[in-house]
């Protein structure tokens, strides 16, 4: 098995990770600019070095309870080729993987709504949800996001 790395984050009290490689940068304390009638999960986007990027919160896509987090982080990730920031409640740390600790995301939790579930690792008594980013955002949200970049 080829080596797997995860950056792994809270969103509440539950632990996700990415792949380290589409990761593009771990960022704090952000000045985000509300931009209206922008779906609920955007929370606005920030200029990062000359950047404009969108900043997709994940307690919002997941209907989690949004209890406000003293220090949000953002995961800043590349995203069908576009730049995406993704708030979550904090990093933890990276990962190495083995393939006895990978496992597939159960069938009765695994639809169309949860797609973005690529696998769940375990870490000790933790199980981590592991996100396909490509996946996170059906084709109408991408093209919303996209669009929110290009006319700012």
Excluded: W
Excluded at 45 to 61: A, E, F, M, Q, T
């Amino acid at each position: 098995m080829e080596e797997f790395k995860p950056v792994v984050f809270r969103v509440g009290a539950q632990k996700f990770g990415v792949d380290i490689n589409i990761v593009r940068g771990i960022e704090k304390e952000q000045d985000i600019v509300d931009v209206p009638n922008t779906a609920e999960y955007i929370k606005g986007i920030i200029n990062l070095r000359g950047d404009v990027i969108p900043v997709y919160s994940l307690k919002k896509k997941f209907h989690m309870p949004d209890d406000k987090c003293d220090e949000p982080q953002y995961i800043i990730v590349m995203i069908k080729g576009s730049l995406m920031a993704l708030e979550v409640d904090g990093v933890e740390e990276i990962h190495n993987v083995e393939e006895d600790m990978l496992h597939q995301v159960p069938a009765v939790i695994s639809d169309g709504d949860t797609s973005y579930m690529q696998s769940v690792v375990s870490l000790g008594k933790e199980l981590v949800i592991i996100i396909n980013i490509d996946r996170l955002l059906s084709d109408s949200e991408y093209e919303k996001m996209d669009k929110l970049v290009k006319n700012q």
